[in-house]
Nanobody
Framework: QAQLVESGGGLVQGGGSLRLSCAASGRTFSSYAMGWFRQAPGKARDFVAA????????VYADSVKGRFTISRDNAKNTLYLQMNSLAPEDTAVYYCAADSMIFRSGLIRSPAAYNYWGQGTQVTVSS
């Protein structure tokens, strides 16, 4: 059974950094774009970043551009999100997800395009 498992969340002071990982098991996701989303309490799940299946193309939400970096290691079947200059408004549960379409040429920001999701990892940024 395919599974995505996030790790690396935690409590960090404002201005600090965290690196999230998303390990895939049960199948390979190397032919699928991958994305990171986040959900704060009482809010909708928001797009954070996405990366193409080959890793050559990335897209970011405006709120994280220049601070976060998405990357992937297809040999390890693992997705990453390096988060720098964290701010309290970045506090949320972070989810990784796999695109539903194999070899998609573009990157999609809508959660509806992703059909495999991890269980989420909590990121809390103190002021």
């Amino acid at each position: 059974q395919a599974q995505l498992v996030e790790s690396g969340g935690g409590l960090v002071q404002g201005g600090g950094s965290l690196r999230l990982s998303c390990a895939a098991s049960g199948r390979t996701f190397s032919s699928y774009a991958m994305g990171w989303f986040r959900q704060a309490p009482g809010k909708a799940r928001d797009f954070v970043a996405a990366i193409s299946w080959r890793g050559g193309t990335t897209v970011y939400a405006d709120s994280v551009k220049g601070r976060f970096t998405i990357s992937r290691d297809n040999a390890k079947n693992t997705l990453y999100l390096q988060m720098n200059s964290l701010a309290p408004e970045d506090t949320a549960v972070y989810y990784c997800a796999a695109d539903s379409m194999i070899f998609r040429s573009g990157l999609i920001r809508s959660p509806a395009a992703y059909n495999y999701w991890g269980q989420g990892t909590q990121v809390t940024v103190s002021s």
